[in-house]
Nanobody
Framework: QLRLVESGGGLVQPGGSLRLSCTAS?????????????IGWFRQAPGKEREGVSC????????NYTDSVKDRFTISRDNAKNTIYLQMNNLKPEDTAVYYC?????????????????WGQGTEVTVSS
């Protein structure tokens, strides 16, 4: 069973940076590895629906971002370390949310939460002065 654990959230001032990590496990008894999964980062602010932030395909050659984070956030992955990253720069108060990573089998990443089967528990990001 694929398991995802997010880390790196916290309180940061506007204009600051954070790097979120998503560590995957559960491959021991599987013929598949993280290289077989596309990953998405999502966020959910209080009272709002979960939205796609960024996604990356299984080998890291294709990425996508929602418009509000383009040129500020960067997604990357290190399959050898079973970890996916979300570098967040120039953070704004509207970026405040719980951030989740999610995985789907295959090479096609999406920004739609419904396309993902495996989810982490989330890490909270608060941007405030």
């Amino acid at each position: 069973q694929l398991r995802l654990v997010e880390s790196g959230g916290g309180l940061v001032q506007p204009g600051g940076s954070l790097r979120l990590s998503c560590t995957a496990s559960g491959f021991t008894s599987s013929i598949f590895t993280l290289k077989d999964y596309s990953i998405g980062w999502f966020r959910q602010a209080p009272g709002k629906e979960r939205e796609g932030v960024s996604c990356i395909n299984n080998d890291g050659t294709s990425t996508n971002y929602t418009d509000s984070v383009k040129d500020r956030f960067t997604i990357s992955r290190d399959n050898a370390k079973n970890t996916i990253y979300l570098q967040m720069n120039n953070l704004k108060p509207e970026d405040t949310a719980v951030y989740y990573c999610a995985a789907r089998f295959g090479s096609l990443p999406f920004l739609r939460p419904a396309m993902y089967l495996y989810w982490g528990q989330g890490t909270e990001v608060t941007v405030s002065s």
